[in-house]
């Protein structure tokens, strides 16, 4: 079993910055991958970054460049630094880590203001 608690959401204005934090129950070294998903109002759930347990990265291409997804084995804990936001950016983000099956975050909100 796997339990993720996200924070660091807000409201902030375009231009700005804000960091998501994920922590995870359990040893992280078990967990093969854990990305970052988010959700805007009336649309789908979407990928916005992913780190493997080897450290690779990868991102959507609307983020690439802003966000840097990154991972503390010791505090097991995945970070989201999301720079430059813009107001499309607004969305529920969720933490998602996959151990044989999937797991999610309840979700942290941001809100970006032009």
């Known amino acids: 079993q796997v339990q993720l608690v996200e924070s660091g959401g807000g409201l902030v204005q375009a231009g700005g910055s804000l960091r998501l934090s994920c922590a995870a129950s359990g040893s992280m070294f078990s967990i093969q991958r854990m990305a970052w998903f988010r959700q805007a109002p009336g649309k789908q759930r979407e990928l916005v970054a992913l780190?493997?347990?080897?450290?690779?990265?990868n991102y959507a291409d609307f983020v690439k460049g802003r966000f840097t997804i990154s991972r503390d084995n010791a505090k097991n804990t995945v970070y989201l630094q999301m720079n430059s936001l813009k107001p499309e950016d607004t969305a529920v983000y969720y933490c998602n880590a996959f151990l044989a099956r999937e797991y999610w975050g309840q979700g942290t909100q941001v809100t970006v203001s032009s």
């Open positions: 780190i493997t347990r080897d450290g690779t990265t």
